[in-house]
């Protein structure tokens, strides 16, 4: 890490995963937002950069997760599949279901259950949707990109013409999501359950936070490294 404060906080995570770690501990968004400066987001959080970069220096070295730089493509969309879209296979139904029985049981007396109960079926659906579309569209059109890199062939026609299109309406969609994230976590109150919460109530917020982390995690890889490398790789084959 060099000693600029003027880095870009997305490229900081891409070279080094855990630094992720710290920048969720100020909840500073590095995967949707993450083309900004360290510098910047100092300003927003009222953070001193130099406390900052020491707790980023702090992380363990950059083989303790593999940081996807150079992996291929195709591995890296699969890692995507295989863990993160498999995880919101998962966590999602039965995310949903808590939420439903906590707002049935306690909706009267925390009237915002009922919001975040529609703020999280419309993420879920969203999300439904947008894993459809990388895995169906997006993701073998990247398969196809490197196929035709290692055949020495031009780049496969992408919708628009250019995997720019779909990319950016992906990053879109990412953003939408981010904007669930935050509004969960502030109707929430950064998901600390009331004091007499029960166990169902405690696990949906512990869930709901869980969720969180693997999506930053999730959308990070897209945005920060997939997409842009994608967008690389097309630009390279269309020039030889
Ligand atoms: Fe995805
Ligand atoms: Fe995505």
Avoid at 118 to 145: A, C, D, N, W
């Amino acid at each position: 890490m060099s000693n600029t404060v003027s880095e870009i906080i997305a490229n900081m995570v891409r070279d080094q995963p855990l630094r992720a770690n710290v920048f969720e501990r100020h909840q500073i968004d590095y995967c949707c937002n993450g083309k900004r400066s360290l510098e910047e987001v100092c300003v927003e959080r009222g953070l001193d950069p130099k406390h900052l970069r020491a707790e980023l220096e702090a992380v363990a070295p950059a083989d303790a997760r593999q940081s996807f730089a150079t992996t291929a493509l195709t591995e890296l969309a699969d890692h995507i599949v295989t863990r993160h879209h498999a995880y919101l296979r998962t966590n999602l139904p039965s995310i949903a279901h808590k939420a439903q029985r906590v707002l049935a049981v306690h909706g009267d007396k925390y009237a915002f259950l009922a919001e975040l109960d529609r703020v999280f079926q419309g993420l879920s659906s969203e999300l439904t949707q947008h894993m459809m579309k990388e895995e169906m569209v997006l993701f073998p059109l990247i398969g196809r990109l490197e196929k035709a890199e290692q055949e020495g062939q031009a780049p496969p026609s992408a919708p628009g013409g250019s995997i720019r299109n779909p990319i950016r309406m992906m990053e879109h969609e990412h953003d939408d999501a981010g904007r669930d994230l935050k509004s969960m976590r502030q109707l929430t109150s950064n998901f600390e359950p009331p004091a007499e919460a029960c166990n169902t109530f405690r696990a949906l917020y512990a869930q709901l936070e869980d969720l969180e982390r693997d999506l930053h995690t999730h959308i990070h890889l897209e945005n920060n490294i997939l997409f842009p490398r994608a967008a690389e790789l097309e630009q390279r084959l269309a020039g030889r």
